[in-house]
């Protein structure tokens, strides 16, 4: 079982950047594909991007496209730590931002809320404009 805390939340200016974090507890976290989601009142809860578990020191990102080209995710194994860096927020890019993980065996990446086993409580991030 892991458990995650998401930071790195805040307000901030359309056209600024934010870091969010993501950490795991356990001692396994390489062998889990992450995943960010984001939800807004109202909204289901949608895709951002995605990190297949490690093959070795490497692994392979995917992305929503509403966010391509802004956003990218990356994992550091030894901190047990996955993470957001949004460049070019967008005030639609307001949500609350979660953290999901799941123990797989096949470095893939999944983009479905079902696929994932274990959430974190969230980040608010609020762009103004």
């Known amino acids: 079982q892991v458990q995650l805390v998401e930071s790195g939340g805040g307000l901030v200016q359309a056209g600024g950047s934010l870091r969010l974090s993501c950490a795991a507890s356990?001692?396994?976290?390489?062998?889990?594909?992450m995943g960010w989601f984001r939800q807004t009142p109202g909204k289901e809860r949608e895709f951002v991007a995605a990190?297949?578990?490690?093959?070795?020191?490497?692994?392979?990102?995917d992305y929503a496209d509403s966010v391509k080209g802004r956003f990218t995710i990356s994992r550091d194994n030894a901190k047990n730590a996955v993470y957001l860096q949004m460049n070019s927020l967008k005030p639609e890019d307001t949500a609350v931002y979660y953290c999901?993980?799941?123990?797989?065996?096949?470095?893939?990446?999944?983009?479905?809320?079902?696929?994932?086993?274990?959430w974190g409580q969230g980040t608010q991030v609020t762009v103004s404009s």
């Open positions: 999901a993980a799941k123990m797989e065996n096949y470095g893939l990446k999944y983009i479905h809320l079902a696929d994932y086993d274990y």
């Open positions: 356990g001692r396994t976290f390489s062998r889990y594909a």
């Open positions: 990190v297949s578990r490690s093959i070795g020191t490497t692994y392979s990102p």
